[in-house]
């Protein structure tokens, strides 16, 4: 899961670097956004993403029972670990946010 939330936070930087103005897709001559994707399905994706962000953040128990916990029995989690996952949910949170912004704002 932690190797899942770098690479999304790796993506948003390499994307930000590529396309400084927030506009992924073609720019029309009046000026509004081409988006080659339907809004509906990236807002969709935009929401599951913030929600599953949110979660890691604030239970990262939860994500470490998932990964970890429910293979080995008696063993508390890692401190260091569950600060990975707060860290990378809060990465994955707001790429969702981001992602959520971006269809408002080919919506609009």
């Known amino acids: 899961m932690d190797y899942l939330n770098i690479g999304a936070a ?3 930087l390499i994307a ?3 396309f400084p103005s927030g506009t992924m897709g073609a720019v029309a001559s009046n000026g ?3 988006s080659p994707v339907n809004p509906d399905s990236l807002l969709f994706f935009g929401l599951f993403i913030t929600v599953i962000g949110a979660v890691s953040a604030l239970r990262p128990r939860l994500f ?3 990964h970890v916990g429910r293979k080995i029995k008696d063993v ?3 401190k260091l670990y569950l600060l990975v996952l707060r860290s ?3 990465l994955v949170l707001f790429l969702g946010i981001y992602i959520i912004c ?3 704002r080919i919506i609009g």
Do not use: D, S
């Open 102 to 104: 971006y269809v408002l």
């Open 76 to 78: 508390p989690p890692n």
């Open 64 to 66: 470490w029972y998932l």
């Open 88 to 90: 990378g949910g809060v």
């Open 16 to 18: 930000t670097l590529l």
């Open 32 to 34: 509004n956004v081409l």
């Open 10 to 12: 790796i993506l948003i």
